[in-house]
């Protein structure tokens, strides 16, 4: 039986770190894993401009413990009538590694997202020219649509013609949570690939009301059925390289989640690879994990893999009830619970 598990340095390829005291708080956690993570442009205002880019991504930097080894890729927040010479332009300097298609209220802090991708044609067809990666939060926001069937109308609706339309942009489709989301990203073009978080390869719906309502697990896309969980698992220990790492972590106070119209969002990172792992395990693909977390998503993106490793040992981490987080406190997922292996 395996003890030690020792990988390349893996990446965080979907990260919300917020800002402030909240960027302070959490982003030690991601640090200590994680080599680069994509960090996610939906503050208030959103990232949509190269300068407000590199503000942020100076404000991240300036967070990080001083022993850090850590980069993190900025994205663009892309909306109506953004600019393509501006997001080629952050493409060109190193400021933008993506650009990221929120829906209009979709999810947190997405009011000033995308109304109709037909307004975003121009601006596909720079990245694709230019090969950077579109990353999409695929579900459709439509009043008659069932919240647990958002993903799949989307992917019926959006993502098939853009896929189709759009040959040669690359598409990051996150967070995917459905039967249907692992059958089209495995059948798409190699231009398409997928991140998949601990949570939805974990619990299903049924945690959002066992023994009454869990603002915990509630999170955006929201968990599905059980048969939707196991097929997202099995994609992620498929060994299949359109499908990669992609926390999602999204930090809200607990306050913000306990409240009368409770925050969306899960926060994972303090025992991401743990999680991940442990799932690896159950699964008997302990020898895939490596690819899954620090060689798919590099290749994807175009970018080196990682020089150094981390060790993970079979040793009980017990996740605390809550963290602190300045004044606040944060409810990390798996809060109570004991994981079965150990990021030394």
Same mark, same amino acid.
């Given at each position: 039986m395996t003890e030690t598990l020792t990988i390349r340095r893996p990446d965080d390829w979907h990260l919300h770190l917020r800002d402030g005291a909240m960027l302070e708080a959490v982003l030690p956690y991601t640090a200590r894993q994680f080599a680069r993570?994509?960090?996610?442009?939906?503050?208030?205002?959103?990232?949509?401009?190269?300068? @407000? @880019?590199?503000?942020? $991504?100076? $404000?991240?930097?300036? @967070?990080?413990?001083?022993?850090?080894?850590?980069?993190?890729?900025?994205?663009a927040y892309l909306t109506d009538d953004i600019d393509p010479d501006e997001i080629a332009r952050g493409h060109g300097e190193g400021v933008f590694t993506a650009a990221k298609l929120y829906p209009a209220n979709a999810t947190t802090n997405s009011a000033h997202g995308v109304t109709d991708v037909a307004n975003l044609t121009a601006v596909f067809e720079r990245m694709q020219d230019i090969g950077m990666v579109l990353c999409i939060h695929g579900e459709v926001t439509s009043g008659d649509v069932d919240i647990f069937d958002r993903e799949a109308v989307f992917i019926e609706r959006t993502l098939e013609p853009l896929v189709r339309d759009f040959p040669a942009l690359k598409i990051v489709l996150e967070h995917i949570t459905t039967t249907e989301a692992a059958q089209f990203v495995a059948d798409s073009p190699d231009t398409v690939a997928a991140t998949i978080t601990p949570q939805h390869i974990r619990i299903n719906r049924n945690a959002l009301f066992a023994g009454g309502l869990r603002p915990h697990a509630y999170c955006l896309p929201v968990a599905k059925r059980e048969h939707h969980r196991v097929a997202v698992r099995k994609a992620a220990v498929s060994g299949l390289p359109k499908f990669f790492l992609g926390t999602d972590s999204a930090p809200h106070d607990k306050s913000a989640k306990e409240s009368d119209c409770g925050c969306a969002g899960i926060f994972n990172a303090p025992f991401a690879l743990e999680s991940y792992l442990g799932v690896f395990e159950e699964e008997g693909a302990l020898d895939r994990f490596e690819a899954f977390a620090s060689e798919h998503g590099p290749r994807f993106y175009g970018l080196p893999l990682n020089k150094g490793s981390v060790t993970l040992e079979r040793a009980a981490t017990d996740v605390p009830e809550t963290l602190p987080a300045g004044e606040e406190s944060l409810v990390p997922f798996h @809060?109570?619970?004991?994981? $079965?292996?150990h990021l030394l």
């Open positions: 993570a994509i960090v996610m442009p939906n503050l208030s205002p959103p990232v949509t401009t190269v300068e @407000a @880019a590199k503000a942020y $991504r100076d $404000r991240i930097m300036a @967070a990080l413990p001083e022993d850090a080894d850590f980069t993190p890729l900025m994205t @809060a109570g619970e004991t994981l $079965r292996w």
